[in-house]
Nanobody
Framework: QVKLVESGGGSVQAGGSLRLSCAASGHFYGCTTF?????MGWFRQAPGTEREAVGT???????RYADSVKGRFTISQDRTEGTLALQLNSLKPEDTAMYYC??????????????????WGQGTQVTVST
């Protein structure tokens, strides 16, 4: 069974930076079987709002970012270590949310849609103060 564990959240002042990490286990990289990880993404959810995609990376390493974080956030993946990272720079109070790592067995549908992802981490909190 694929397991995802996030770490690295915390509290920072506006303009600061954080680096989130997601450790994956019980998988291999591919797009064909039950325990494969084909694409991955970071999502976030603030209280009273719907979960939204922050950024995704597909099987060939192509990244995609939400307009609200372009130029500030960067996704990177280390398949040797089985990790997915999200570098958050120039943080704003509106970036405050629970951040979730997600993985999909296959690339089906819009990569920004939550239903595409089969595995989710427990989340890590990011709080940005003024």
């Amino acid at each position: 069974q694929v397991k995802l564990v996030e770490s690295g959240g915390g509290s920072v002042q506006a303009g600061g930076s954080l680096r989130l990490s997601c450790a994956a286990s019980g998988h291999f990289y591919g797009c064909t079987t039950f325990n494969s990880i084909c694409s991955m993404g970071w999502f976030r959810q603030a209280p009273g709002t719907e979960r939204e995609a922050v950024g995704t990376i597909d099987i060939v390493g192509t990244t995609r970012y939400a307009d609200s974080v372009k130029g500030r956030f960067t996704i990177s993946q280390d398949r040797t270590e089985g990790t997915l990272a999200l570098q958050l720079n120039s943080l704003k109070p509106e970036d405050t949310a629970m951040y979730y790592c997600a993985a999909a067995r296959a690339q089906l549908g819009d990569s920004f849609a939550s239903y595409v992802y089969n595995f989710w981490g427990q989340g890590t909190q990011v709080t940005v103060s003024t």
